[in-house]
C-alpha cells in the first residue's frame, strides 16, 4: 500500500503532493537539459534511426509472428537490422566509394587540362567540351581574360570539392554504426517505448491516440511516398543512362534517387544535362532516349507513386506536405523531407483540438449562461403572481 503524498510502490513523492511540484519540476529540467547535452550530438543519426526502423517495422512483425514467433524479439529485430544494413547501409556505403573514386579521378583529369591550359591555352577545353562548343567560347575567353580565370578557378575549386568528400567518410562510418545499433533497439523494444511516450504527453487519452495516430500515418505516407518514390526513380533513371549508353550508370542513378528527394530539381537534374550532353556531341540516339526516358518513365513515375502514396495514404492535404517538404528541407537538409510533413501535420492536429475544446466550451459556457437567465426569469414571474 502506497503511503499518502507519494507515486507508486517505492514511495517516491508524487510530483504536486506536499507543494513539491516546482521543486520536482526545477530538477526534472536540469536532469532533462544535461541529457539533451549528451544526445544532442546524435541527434541525426538517431532520427534516421527511428526513420528507417519505422519503415521495416512492418517487415519486423511479420518475422515476429511468421518464422521467429517461437523466439524472442531479437531475433526478429536483428534480421530486420540485417535488413537495413543490406538495403540502405551498404548501398549507401557502395555508392559513396563510387563517388569518392570518381572525384580522385576527376581531381587528377582536371589538373592535366588546367597544366595544359598553362601551357597551350584553351585549346585543352576541347579535351572536356566538344570541338564546335570550344569554338564558339575561345573568342570570349581570349576577349574576356576574366572569364579564362574564372573558368580555372571553378574547375580546380569543384575537383577540390570532389576530393574533399573523403573526409566525412570517417563521419559516416560512425554515423553508420550508431544508426545500425539503434535501429536492432527500436525496432526490438518500440512497442514499449511508443505506449511509454503515449503515457506521459500530456493530452487526454482520446486526444493523444488521435496524436499519435496522426503522427503514424502521416510519417507513413511520407516515407512511402517520397522514399519509395525516389528510389524507383532513381533506379530507372539509372536503367535509362545505362541504355543510352553513358558510364557509371549506379553512380549517376544514386545521384537521382538524391534529386528526387529535392522539390524542384527532381531527376531531371541529372538526366537533362546528360540528354544535352548527348545530343551536343551528336549521338542523337542516345540523347533522344534518355530524354524521351527521362519524361515519359522516370517523370510518370513520380508523379503516378506520390499521388498514390502521399495524398491517398496519408489522407493529407497535398498542400501541408509540401510546406513541410520545402521548409524541412531549409530546416533540417535531408532528414527534414521526412520530419517537416509530420511536424506540420502534428501541429495542425493540435491546433483543430484546440479549436474544437474552445468551441465546446463557449457553447457550455452559452449553455450555461442561458439557463441561468431562464431559471431568473421563472424566478421573478413566480414573484410577480
Known amino acids: 500500500m502506497k503511503e499518502p503524498g507519494t507515486d507508486g510502490e517505492a514511495g517516491i513523492p508524487a510530483p504536486g503532493a506536499d507543494g513539491q511540484a516546482f521543486p520536482f519540476f526545477g530538477v ?83 589538373l592535366e587540362v588546367l597544366a595544359a591550359m598553362e601551357s597551350t591555352g584553351e585549346g585543352a577545353l576541347a579535351t572536356l567540351l566538344p570541338e564546335w562548343l570550344v569554338e564558339h567560347i575561345r573568342p570570349w575567353m581570349v576577349r574576356y581574360p576574366a572569364i579564362r580565370g574564372w573558368v580555372r578557378e571553378t574547375a580546380a575549386r569543384g575537383a577540390v570539392e570532389a576530393v574533399s568528400a573523403a573526409g566525412d567518410a570517417a563521419l559516416f562510418l560512425y554515423y553508420v554504426s550508431i544508426i545500425t545499433v539503434s535501429c536492432f533497439f527500436l525496432l526490438r523494444d518500440g512497442k514499449y517505448i511508443v505506449s511509454y511516450l503515449r503515457e506521459i504527453v500530456p493530452l487526454p487519452p482520446d486526444q493523444a491516440a488521435g496524436f499519435f495516430d496522426r503522427g503514424n500515418r502521416t510519417l507513413q505516407a511520407v516515407v512511402y511516398g517520397v522514399l519509395l518514390t525516389a528510389l524507383v526513380q532513381g533506379a530507372a533513371g539509372g ?68 499521388a498514390l502514396f502521399i495524398s491517398g495514404g496519408g489522407k493529407i492535404h497535398f498542400f ?66
Open 28 to 110: 526534472l529540467a536540469a536532469v532533462a537539459s544535461l541529457a539533451l547535452a549528451v544526445v544532442f550530438p546524435l541527434i541525426k543519426p538517431l532520427a534516421w534511426s527511428v526513420l528507417l526502423s519505422f519503415s521495416v517495422y512492418p517487415l519486423f512483425e511479420k518475422m515476429r509472428e511468421g518464422p521467429f514467433r517461437r523466439r524472442s524479439d531479437g531475433f526478429s529485430a536483428a534480421a530486420a537490422t540485417g535488413m537495413i544494413v543490406l538495403f540502405a547501409v551498404i548501398p549507401c556505403i557502395f555508392v559513396l566509394v563510387l563517388a569518392l573514386r570518381e572525384g580522385v579521378r576527376l581531381h587528377g583529369f582536371v
Open 239 to 306: 536503367l535509362g543512362w545505362l541504355i543510352a549508353g553513358l558510364p557509371n550508370p549506379v553512380l549517376f542513378g544514386a545521384l537521382m534517387t538524391f534529386f528526387a528527394l529535392i522539390p524542384f530539381l527532381g531527376t531531371a537534374f541529372v538526366w537533362l544535362p546528360g540528354g544535352v550532353y548527348l545530343l551536343a556531341v551528336s549521338d542523337w540516339t542516345g540523347g533522344l532516349i534518355l530524354l524521351g526516358w527521362g519524361v515519359l518513365v522516370v517523370g510518370t513515375i513520380g508523379r503516378v507513386l506520390k
Open 320 to 385: 501541408v506536405v509540401f510546406v513541410g517538404i520545402v521548409g524541412g528541407l531549409a530546416a533540417w537538409g535531408i532528414l527534414g523531407l521526412f520530419i517537416g510533413p509530420p511536424v506540420m501535420s502534428l501541429f495542425l492536429f493540435l491546433l483543430e483540438n484546440y479549436r474544437i475544446t474552445r468551441k465546446t466550451r463557449i457553447l457550455h459556457m452559452e449553455a450555461h449562461s442561458g439557463a441561468d437567465l431562464a431559471s431568473s426569469g421563472a424566478g421573478v414571474y413566480d414573484q410577480e403572481n
